[in-house]
């Protein structure tokens, strides 16, 4: 068998094996080896598909069997299983769309699509080996990290019987999915592993089976089963006008100009858009942070939202120049904001990260709406950066939370007392987010390079960056903020958990020193024959036309600020805590000061997250209506 080909019978098949695997053999120790195994061979046969990017491969047949036919079948059988879930919890509205997709699908294939042709199913350029990697490395650490976690998990809610083996069945079908979306060139194909990933979101939502579980995995269902159906009518309009389905063949110079192809196109970013909960579909990424931590690091950083901003990625050459493209840039520049604002008034963890994660994927589709070189390696940027980085976060929260009970940033405070390095690695995450020279920072800058010239964007795009370090410093200066006493000592983990977060930590330091040649080698090459890549690189610094981004001699001066405040730790060891000075007269008591009538007072801070003004009460159906607003705007446009 060719090399090429048995790597992506690995990346896709060998996450299968190992789940049914871990279905059968139900012992913990094995299910463990087997999760450390695939996770492995996933990391690995990554690896390997480096040297050999970028290649086409006609993939006709698998075991003899006809590959197309193996999808039509497997097709119809998961939207018969979402159908199953619709009627088990009377749900209308799943029922409904599953139903719709079903007759669309029926009229795709047995009534327009001729029969299958042949072509390269399989097409691995720079960018699908930029997902690959991010899929396999980052989904397999967080499939690490599950193992110890889903054990206390299971501890802490008394489950009579374990539920383990259907986790990571789900998890690394997960993540064999999202491979096989990056990897195929044929849109069947890619609507097939979009609609797996409904499926497998839904069962890790609802899966501790509370009733708020059930709930938030059936919002979860029905809203990407509406982003299917908007799917299956992009592909039907697509080849009505074009032919194909093949994503080389639809996005031809010359074909932007017809109503209908702007058409499928915009309803294609629509199925997009849902699937990474971009507003007034977040409620279901919200919905899913009742999940184990391990789901939400997994949803939100290398699987399930990244298929939306993968698919308008490669749609994008598409409708370059034309009004939808100029609409997507608004309504990500608008959910960029939106998510901004939102996180703003959380003090729950991971409720910042969603929202952040919401706001992050916002800026990625307006960088696909500015549709330009430099817009486009900041969203390739910022979509590797934001991976590894948010995925770092959520296992961090989680961690904590096993730890002390809450997730609330507030019951944060003192951590180091307890947590010394999942502290120290949590902060670390979050500079990563905002300061130089870290590579999100970077991502941003580029972003607001190419909107220039875009005056509402970019002023969308400058509040969000303000709100952002807003929140993001907040959470940094909590954890932060009472002093550490005492000795170092490192809190005890177990061995998985650090080898999740070590890398993970390292890894976005590592990826942020070496971004520039990432652009040459990994993200240059996208550019080629659709855009022109501008930003030249003279040692270690990135500059073009607008501005200079040197991230070498920062990193330099990131790293004398860190030995600085090494040997600064080193003295505050041997220095003597007092109590935070408040204004005032203090009293003897901490946090007491005197005032009116030389009467104690205690100490407070007041709306310190502002909920007045960006609580989600008073906000949510604002954005909401903003959202659905610029959603109409976007498919009215392309008629």
Same mark, same amino acid.
Request: hydrophobic letters at 55%; glycine letters at 8%.
């Given at each position: 068998?060719?090399?090429?080909?048995?790597l992506?019978?690995?990346l896709v098949l060998?996450?299968?094996v190992?789940?049914?695997l871990?279905t059968?053999l139900r012992?913990q120790a094995?299910?463990s080896a087997?999760v450390?195994?695939?996770?492995?061979?996933l990391?690995?046969s990554a690896?390997?598909l480096v040297?050999l990017?970028?290649?086409?491969?006609?993939l006709?047949?698998?075991?003899?069997?006809d590959?197309?036919?193996?999808v039509?079948?497997?097709?119809f059988?998961l939207?018969l299983?979402?159908l199953?879930?619709?009627?088990?919890?009377?749900?209308?509205v799943i029922?409904?769309?599953?139903?719709?997709?079903?007759?669309m699908?029926?009229t795709?294939?047995?009534?327009?699509v001729s029969?299958?042709?042949a072509y390269e199913?399989i097409?691995?350029?720079?960018?699908?080996?930029m997902?690959?990697?991010i899929i396999?490395?980052v989904?397999?650490i967080?499939?690490?990290?599950?193992?110890?976690?889903?054990?206390?998990?299971?501890h802490?809610?008394?489950v009579?019987?374990?539920?383990q083996?259907?986790?990571f069945?789900?998890m690394l079908l997960?993540?064999g999915?999202?491979?096989?979306?990056?990897l195929f060139n044929d849109?069947?194909?890619?609507?097939?592993?979009?609609e797996?990933?409904t499926?497998?979101s839904?069962?890790?939502?609802g899966h501790?089976?509370t009733?708020?579980?059930t709930?938030?995995?059936?919002?979860?269902?029905?809203m990407?089963s509406a982003?299917?159906a908007a799917?299956?009518?992009?592909?039907?309009?697509?080849?009505r006008e074009?032919?194909?389905?093949?994503?080389?063949?639809i996005l031809?110079?010359g074909l932007?100009s017809?109503?209908?192809y702007?058409?499928a196109?915009?309803l294609?970013?629509?199925?997009?858009?849902?699937?990474?909960?971009?507003?007034?579909?977040?409620?279901w990424?919200l919905?899913a942070m009742?999940a184990?931590t391990?789901?939400?690091?997994?949803?939100?950083?290398?699987?399930?939202?990244k298929?939306?901003v993968y698919?308008?990625l490669?749609?994008a050459p598409?409708?370059a120049g034309?009004?939808?493209s100029?609409?997507v840039?608004v309504f990500?520049?608008?959910?960029?904001?939106?998510?901004?604002a939102l996180a703003v008034?959380?003090s729950?963890?991971?409720?910042?990260?969603?929202?952040s994660t919401i706001?992050?994927?916002g800026?990625?589709f307006a960088c696909?709406?500015?549709?330009?070189?430099?817009?486009?390696i900041?969203?390739?940027?910022?979509l590797?950066?934001h991976a590894v980085?948010?995925?770092l976060?959520f296992?961090?929260?989680g961690a904590?939370?096993?730890?002390?009970?809450?997730r609330d940033?507030e019951d944060m405070?003192?951590?180091y007392?307890?947590m010394?390095v999942?502290?120290?690695?949590?902060?670390?995450?979050?500079?990563m987010?905002?300061?130089p020279?870290?590579?999100?920072?970077l991502?941003?800058?580029?972003a607001?390079?190419?909107?220039a010239r875009n005056?509402?964007v970019?002023?969308m795009?400058?509040?969000?960056?303000a709100l952002?370090v807003?929140?993001w410093?907040r959470?940094?200066?909590?954890?932060?903020s009472?002093?550490?006493a @005492?000795?170092? %000592?490192?809190?005890r983990?177990?061995?998985?958990?650090?080898?999740? /977060?070590?890398p $993970?930590?390292a890894g +976005? #330091?590592?990826?942020?020193v070496?971004?520039?040649w990432?652009?040459?080698?990994l993200?240059?090459?996208v550019l080629s024959?659709?855009y022109?890549?501008t930003y030249t690189l003279t040692a270690?610094?990135?500059?073009?036309a607008y501005?200079?981004f040197?991230?070498l001699?920062?990193?330099?001066?990131?790293?004398?600020?860190?030995?600085?405040a090494?040997?600064?730790?080193k003295?505050?060891f041997?220095?003597?805590v007092?109590?935070?000075y408040?204004?005032?007269i203090?009293?003897s008591?901490p946090?007491?000061?005197l005032g009116?009538?030389n009467?104690?007072v205690?100490a407070?801070?007041?709306?310190?997250?502002l909920?007045s003004i960006? @609580?989600?009460? %008073?906000?949510?159906d604002w954005?909401?209506l903003?959202?659905g607003? /610029?959603?109409t $705007?976007?498919v009215? +446009? #392309?008629?």
């Amino acid at each position: 068998m060719d090399m090429r080909a048995l790597l992506i019978a690995l990346l896709v098949l060998a996450p299968l094996v190992g789940a049914i695997l871990c279905t059968v053999l139900r012992t913990q120790a094995v299910r463990s080896a087997i999760v450390l195994a695939t996770g492995a061979l996933l990391m690995v046969s990554a690896a390997l598909l480096v040297p050999l990017t970028p290649f086409k491969l006609s993939l006709a047949y698998v075991f003899g069997l006809d590959l197309h036919r193996i999808v039509q079948v497997a097709d119809f059988i998961l939207l018969l299983i979402i159908l199953y879930y619709g009627f088990k919890h009377r749900h209308l509205v799943i029922i409904a769309l599953g139903l719709f997709q079903v007759a669309m699908l029926v009229t795709l294939e047995f009534f327009l699509v001729s029969g299958p042709t042949a072509y390269e199913r399989i097409n691995c350029d720079y960018l699908s080996l930029m997902m690959v990697l991010i899929i396999s490395i980052v989904g397999s650490i967080i499939c690490y990290q599950a193992i110890p976690y889903m054990r206390e998990h299971e501890h802490h809610y008394h489950v009579p019987r374990s539920r383990q083996p259907r986790f990571f069945f789900v998890m690394l079908l997960f993540l064999g999915a999202m491979n096989g979306l990056v990897l195929f060139n044929d849109l069947t194909f890619i609507y097939f592993f979009f609609e797996v990933t409904t499926l497998c979101s839904f069962l890790l939502i609802g899966h501790d089976r509370t009733t708020i579980a059930t709930q938030n995995a059936l919002r979860a269902l029905w809203m990407n089963s509406a982003g299917g159906a908007a799917f299956v009518l992009g592909m039907i309009a697509v080849y009505r006008e074009t032919g194909s389905l093949e994503l080389q063949n639809i996005l031809l110079p010359g074909l932007a100009s017809s109503g209908v192809y702007l058409l499928a196109l915009a309803l294609l970013c629509v199925a997009a858009f849902i699937k990474s909960a971009q507003f007034p579909f977040q409620s279901w990424l919200l919905g899913a942070m009742v999940a184990p931590t391990p789901v939400s690091a997994l949803l939100h950083s290398s699987t399930m939202v990244k298929v939306g901003v993968y698919l308008v990625l490669r749609l994008a050459p598409g409708f370059a120049g034309t009004f939808l493209s100029q609409t997507v840039a608004v309504f990500g520049a608008f959910s960029f904001l939106a998510g901004a604002a939102l996180a703003v008034g959380q003090s729950n963890g991971k409720k910042v990260l969603a929202y952040s994660t919401i706001s992050n994927l916002g800026l990625i589709f307006a960088c696909a709406g500015i549709n330009t070189g430099e817009s486009m390696i900041a969203a390739m940027l910022l979509l590797m950066f934001h991976a590894v980085i948010k995925a770092l976060l959520f296992l961090s929260v989680g961690a904590i939370e096993q730890r002390i009970a809450s997730r609330d940033i507030e019951d944060m405070r003192g951590l180091y007392a307890v947590m010394p390095v999942t502290a120290l690695i949590t902060v670390t995450g979050v500079v990563m987010m905002i300061m130089p020279p870290f590579g999100v920072l970077l991502s941003k800058w580029m972003a607001m390079e190419a909107a220039a010239r875009n005056l509402y964007v970019i002023i969308m795009i400058a509040l969000a960056s303000a709100l952002t370090v807003m929140y993001w410093a907040r959470w940094a200066g909590t954890l932060m903020s009472d002093p550490f006493a @005492g000795r170092f %000592r490192p809190e005890r983990q177990p061995m998985l958990t650090w080898l999740a /977060l070590g890398p $993970l930590c390292a890894g +976005g #330091a590592v990826l942020s020193v070496v971004a520039p040649w990432l652009y040459l080698w990994l993200i240059k090459p996208v550019l080629s024959g659709s855009y022109t890549a501008t930003y030249t690189l003279t040692a270690g610094v990135l500059e073009n036309a607008y501005g200079t981004f040197a991230i070498l001699p920062l990193c330099v001066v990131a790293l004398l600020g860190l030995v600085v405040a090494v040997v600064a730790l080193k003295r505050a060891f041997t220095s003597k805590v007092v109590p935070a000075y408040m204004s005032g007269i203090q009293t003897s008591e901490p946090f007491m000061f005197l005032g009116p009538m030389n009467q104690p007072v205690k100490a407070e801070a007041r709306n310190y997250y502002l909920d007045s003004i960006f @609580g989600e009460k %008073r906000l949510t159906d604002w954005v909401n209506l903003g959202g659905g607003i /610029l959603l109409t $705007l976007i498919v009215g +446009g #392309a008629l």
